[in-house]
């Protein structure tokens, strides 16, 4: 079992950039892949960007280049570091947790925590 807080929400300029954190909980956590996630309003939850066990990092398209995921295995901590924001990022964002896990697409995730909300302003 693992359980997943996140942190670091806001509201933001266009251009701005916001830090979110998620706290998990458990003594595997280095063996999980975890993934960023966000769903707009009236939309579907989308892929954001993964991390593997060993490091390994995917983008959605739409964020390359502008976000970073990491993680701190001996905190238990992933990070999504998220740099020149725009509206179109407003959304929820939820990290997630997953042992078999296609990378690219973020399909096969586990656990997810409540998440955290991002509101980029124009």
């Known amino acids: 079992q693992v359980q997943l807080v996140e942190s670091g929400g806001g509201l933001v300029q266009t251009g701005g950039s916001l830090r979110l954190s998620c706290a998990a909980s458990g003594r595997t956590f280095s063996s999980y892949a975890m993934g960023w996630f966000r769903q707009a309003p009236g939309k579907e939850r989308e892929f954001v960007a993964t991390i593997s066990w060993s490091g390994g990092t995917y983008y959605a398209d739409s964020v390359k280049g502008r976000f970073t995921i990491s993680r701190d295995n001996a905190n238990n901590t992933v990070y999504l570091e998220m740099n020149g924001l725009k509206p179109e990022d407003t959304a929820q964002y939820y990290c997630?947790?997953?042992?078999?896990?296609?990378?690219?697409?973020?399909?096969?995730?586990?656990?997810w925590g409540k998440g955290t909300l991002v509101t980029v302003s124009s």
């Open positions: 997630a947790a997953g042992r078999t896990v296609d990378l690219r697409t973020g399909s096969g995730m586990r656990y």
